[in-house]
């Protein structure tokens, strides 16, 4: 069956540091992947998708950006975070072999930013 | 573009009772597919139940159904017999267009009193 990883689950960063979240799925291949952002109490913006290695769409203009280096692997990153980069984000992967193409999310790493 | 509105932030429920969460949406795609995620206090997107927008019959997923009318463009989730573990927060979410983006509500936190 299929797994998907995020790494770390909380981070605490100081304004104008980078940042580096992590993304890995397991058991299927060739995902769609997807980054989105969930400030508190709010829904989901998409940020990223990916429908191959190194292929990338944004979303949202903003100081983030995303890499897929290998196929299972998404990763969302920043030279220099700011205050309103807090919050909730989730990776999701889906198949294009699925009709429905459901999305499916994973733990989720809780950023905040002082 | 597409438009998910949730209009109850949150909703009281007893005990084995049955809820339905309100859900309706715009887009001008003839073809999108319409999602309930529920998110539990611990972050995860839990996807519990998918509606196409060419299904002629309502889904249903155990204690879960969605009452789709697509001429008033509603797609509300049903909970049935509702349990202590079913408080969460719920969202719609849309998926229409190229590239299976999903939109999202805002959500519905729902209490389920004991």
């Known amino acids: 069956s299929q797994t998907i990883h995020q790494w770390p689950a909380t981070l605490v960063q100081p304004v104008g540091s980078p940042l580096s979240l992590e993304c890995t799925v397991e058991g299927t291949s060739n995902p769609n992947l997807y980054w989105y952002r969930q400030a508190a109490g709010r829904g989901l913006q998409l940020l990223f998708y990916s429908v191959g290695i190194g292929q990338i769409s944004s979303e949202v203009p903003q100081n983030l950006s995303a890499s897929r280096p290998q196929d299972r692997q998404f990763i969302l990153s920043s030279k220099k975070l700011l205050l309103s980069d807090s919050g909730f984000y989730l990776c999701?992967?889906?198949?294009?072999?699925?009709?429905?193409?459901?999305?499916?999310f994973g733990p989720g790493t809780r950023l905040l930013v002082l | 573009a597409q438009k998910i509105t949730q209009t109850q932030p949150g909703m009281f429920v007893q005990e084995k009772e049955a809820v339905t969460l309100d859900c309706t949406y715009d887009?001008?795609?003839?073809?999108?597919?319409l999602f309930w995620y529920k998110q539990p206090s611990s972050g995860e997107m839990i996807f519990l139940i998918y509606?196409?927008?060419?299904?002629?019959q309502n889904a249903t997923e155990g204690r879960y159904s969605l009452n789709f009318q697509k001429a008033r463009k509603s797609a509300n989730l049903v909970i049935s017999a509702s349990q202590l573990g079913d408080s969460a927060m719920y969202f719609c979410a849309m998926s229409a267009g190229a590239g299976n983006m999903l939109t999202f509500g805002g959500g519905t936190r729902l209490m389920v009193k004991p």
């Open positions: 887009t001008s795609d003839p073809s999108y597919g």
């Open positions: 999701a992967w889906s198949l294009e072999t699925d009709p429905q193409e459901t999305q499916y």
């Open positions: 509606q196409g927008s060419y299904d002629q």
